[in-house]
């Protein structure tokens, strides 16, 4: 019997084994998250259509429609349940298993800064010379994308080298700011920021700390005592922030803590964005940092979230941040991007 069944028995094994593997390479709690959600918004929409039942006497057309989207609102939310549980208890230790904490350090380190602005000229001169003056900073790039006013003469002015980005964008503007610093920087580190004083330079030494366990050390803007109060940052960006930061996290599960999918301040090893950035593409536009972070972990860098002070912008704010709505919109695009993949803006 045992001889008889021994070549068999490896090949059972293999298929379990790759079938295993296939399922942990499938987001199972990104999907569950997804239905859970849409459950629980078809049970708030049964919910509310209490009130068109009894305000507008549509109580004998609308009664069965609603309570059969009250009851079966349970499916998706239950099956959203299962799946969650079956990789946080069944897939995610095997994901976690090879996990090694990495300790490589980064010294001596030589820091390239590139700054995105965008008529920025009331803000760029100060964020230039803030980077300037950290000790390990050799040189600070602004790349202006097409301003109208004083920002590239300001950011000269201040000692950086200022160069044009001429197709619109805030996405163009990241990925050129990330291409300059690999060309032109000689340092192994650079660092990705705005010119709007939204964030500082002493944030770099935070950034350091974590360096030696990571690829790209992205900041994080979520812990509440380095935040000002004034912000551009209202309380819904700030929670649909995090929603979408975990995600993001659910598509990756096992490779990386996130909680904030906004921030463009970041530290990169040179050798990972050199891998990185010919894989990105800079029509992606508002959504860019999260579609930078999902690309990241998608092609096997080590990603680690480091807390940030987040300061009141100087100066008129262009991106995400100018309202709840376009907030909304641009959360919902990277919604849609991290399940379904990236849109690009037209050329
Ligand atoms: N929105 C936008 N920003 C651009 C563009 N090109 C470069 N940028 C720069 O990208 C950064 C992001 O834009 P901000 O206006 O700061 O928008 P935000 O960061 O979402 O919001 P706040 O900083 O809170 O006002 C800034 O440094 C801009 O100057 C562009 O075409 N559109
Ligand atoms: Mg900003």
Same mark, same amino acid.
């Given at each position: 019997?045992?001889?008889?069944?021994?070549? /068999?028995?490896?090949?059972?094994?293999?298929?379990?084994?790759?079938?295993?593997?296939?399922?942990?390479? /499938?987001?199972?709690?990104?999907?569950?998250?997804?239905?859970?959600?849409?459950?629980?918004?078809?049970?708030?929409?049964?919910?509310?259509?209490?009130?068109?039942?009894?305000?507008?006497?549509?109580? +004998?057309?609308?009664?069965?429609?609603?309570?059969?989207?009250?009851?079966?609102?349970?499916?998706?939310?239950?099956?959203?349940?299962?799946?969650?549980?079956?990789?946080?208890?069944?897939?995610?230790?095997?994901?976690?298993?090879?996990?090694?904490?990495?300790?490589?350090?980064?010294?001596?380190?030589?820091?390239?800064?590139?700054?995105?602005?965008?008529?920025?000229?009331?803000?760029? @001169?100060?964020?230039?010379?803030?980077?300037?003056?950290?000790?390990? /900073?050799?040189?600070? #790039?602004?790349?202006?994308?097409?301003?109208?006013?004083?920002?590239?003469?300001?950011?000269?002015?201040?000692?950086?080298?200022?160069?044009?980005?001429?197709? +619109?964008?805030?996405?163009?503007?990241?990925?050129?700011?990330?291409?300059?610093?690999?060309?032109?920087?000689?340092?192994?580190? #650079?660092?990705?920021?705005?010119?709007?004083?939204?964030?500082?330079?002493?944030?770099?030494?935070?950034?350091?700390?974590?360096?030696?366990?990571?690829?790209?050390?992205? @900041?994080?803007?979520?812990?509440?005592?380095?935040? +000002?109060?004034?912000?551009?940052?209202?309380?819904?960006?700030?929670? @649909?922030?995090?929603?979408?930061?975990?995600?993001?996290?659910?598509?990756?599960?096992?490779?990386?803590?996130?909680?904030? /999918?906004?921030?463009?301040?970041?530290?990169?090893?040179?050798?990972?964005?050199?891998?990185?950035?010919?894989?990105?593409?800079?029509?992606?536009?508002?959504?860019?940092?999260?579609?930078?972070?999902?690309?990241?972990?998608?092609?096997?860098?080590?990603?680690?979230?480091?807390? #940030?002070?987040?300061? +009141?912008?100087?100066?008129?704010?262009?991106?995400?941040?100018?309202?709840?709505?376009?907030?909304?919109?641009?959360?919902?695009?990277?919604?849609?991007? #991290?399940?379904?993949?990236?849109?690009?803006?037209?050329?």
């Amino acid at each position: 019997m045992l001889v008889r069944n021994s070549p /068999v028995l490896p090949v059972r094994t293999d298929v379990r084994a790759s079938l295993l593997a296939a399922a942990r390479r /499938v987001p199972f709690v990104l999907y569950g998250i997804i239905c859970v959600c849409f459950g629980l918004a078809m049970y708030v929409f049964g919910i509310l259509l209490v009130f068109p039942r009894y305000l507008l006497g549509l109580n +004998q057309w609308l009664l069965a429609v609603d309570e059969w989207i009250v009851w079966y609102s349970g499916m998706p939310i239950m099956a959203g349940l299962t799946l969650s549980l079956i990789d946080l208890f069944v897939l995610f230790p095997g994901r976690r298993r090879a996990a090694e904490v990495r300790c490589d350090p980064v010294l001596p380190a030589r820091i390239t800064v590139a700054l995105t602005a965008y008529n920025d000229e009331e803000s760029i @001169g100060p964020a230039v010379r803030d980077f300037l003056g950290h000790p390990l /900073v050799r040189q600070v #790039i602004v790349v202006s994308n097409n301003s109208s006013d004083a920002t590239m003469a300001r950011a000269q002015a201040a000692g950086a080298l200022a160069l044009n980005e001429a197709a +619109q964008g805030y996405g163009r503007c990241v990925h050129r700011c990330l291409s300059e610093a690999l060309r032109l920087g000689d340092g192994d580190l #650079i660092v990705l920021c705005e010119g709007d004083r939204t964030f500082r330079a002493h944030d770099i030494d935070k950034f350091l700390a974590y360096a030696p366990h990571a690829d790209i050390v992205n @900041g994080t803007r979520t812990v509440e005592p380095l935040r +000002q109060f004034s912000t551009q940052l209202s309380t819904f960006m700030y929670y @649909g922030n995090i929603f979408v930061a975990k995600l993001l996290e659910a598509k990756h599960l096992g490779r990386g803590t996130i909680t904030d /999918v906004g921030t463009t301040y970041k530290l990169c090893r040179r050798e990972a964005l050199e891998r990185l950035l010919p894989r990105l593409d800079p029509r992606v536009n508002l959504e860019f940092n999260a579609y930078f972070l999902d690309m990241a972990l998608r092609n096997g860098l080590s990603l680690v979230e480091c807390p #940030i002070t987040f300061h +009141q912008r100087v100066g008129v704010s262009k991106g995400g941040n100018v309202d709840n709505l376009r907030a909304l919109k641009v959360g919902c695009r990277m919604m849609l991007g #991290i399940v379904f993949g990236w849109c690009r803006a037209a050329a």
